[in-house]
């Protein structure tokens, strides 16, 4: 079985510019959440979504956004970026939304911005 | 106040002895859950020992086992019989019921064990 796949598994961006990370959950789970995780620290919870609905929110600004697809595979956007984004950024994909432990995380994207 | 306290950023152990990675937790919440996950250099987490608040057994799994005090809020990782394959670095987190229903992961800052032959 597949598991949590994400694209692009590396990215160089500007100053300024827009990006969108892409992730495809394991067959069956319905719930996707997107940390980031800034080199030596540990990951940092930014959204959570379930049935196409946002679920949660970390403490990130508003040029922060995702969405769910109804194939439940999601994408995260990141408008105006700046040099502090560079990061890993994790998905990881749940059966429910709530009340289960089993998150699988796919093995993220790395962002670097110049 | 970190929600999350994981004392140990690295430690170096021989190959084959038993290894504790220390976390401490802090929550109001009585119903939460918490995780030890294993990253590799290629950076994908790898899940590998869950304990609920309610669960009245400390979780095994294999070479693992979490030493959960819940009066103390602490949730130690032991892994015996440490393997070269086990250098990484390691993270507490903990899931929290929260109001709208998230149950969004809050880490540690991790521990990096290196396993020496």
């Known amino acids: 079985d597949a598991g949590v796949t994400q694209s692009p598994t590396h990215l160089i961006k500007t100053r300024g510019q827009q990006v969108t990370l892409r992730c495809s959950p394991i067959?069956?789970?319905?719930?996707v959440s997107w940390y980031q995780q800034v080199l030596g620290q540990g990951p940092q919870f930014i959204f959570q979504?379930?049935?196409?609905?946002?679920?949660g929110r970390g403490n990130f600004p508003d040029r922060f956004s995702a969405r769910q697809f109804p194939n439940y595979s999601s994408e995260l956007n990141v408008n105006a970026l700046l040099l502090g984004d560079s990061a890993l950024y994790l998905c990881?994909?749940?059966?429910?939304?709530?009340?289960?432990?089993?998150?699988?995380f796919g093995s993220g994207t790395r962002l670097t911005v110049v | 106040a970190q929600k999350i306290t994981q004392t140990q950023p690295g430690m170096f152990v021989q190959e084959k002895e038993a290894v504790t990675l220390d976390c401490t937790y802090d929550?109001?919440?009585?119903?939460?859950?918490l995780f030890w996950y294993k990253q590799p250099s290629s950076g994908e987490m790898i899940f590998l020992i869950y304990q609920g608040s309610y669960d009245q057994q400390n979780a095994t799994e294999g070479r693992y086992s979490l030493n959960f005090q819940k009066a103390r809020k602490s949730a130690n990782l032991v892994i015996s019989a440490s393997q070269l394959g086990d250098s990484a670095m390691y993270f507490c987190a903990m899931r929290e019921r929260t109001g709208g229903g998230a149950d969004g992961l809050t880490f540690g800052k991790g521990t990096h064990l290196i396993i020496q032959p």
């Open positions: 067959s069956g789970h319905k719930s």
């Open positions: 929550t109001s919440d009585p119903s939460y859950g």
């Open positions: 990881a994909s749940s059966l429910v939304g709530q009340g289960d432990y089993g998150y699988t």
């Open positions: 979504y379930y049935e196409k609905e946002e679920r």
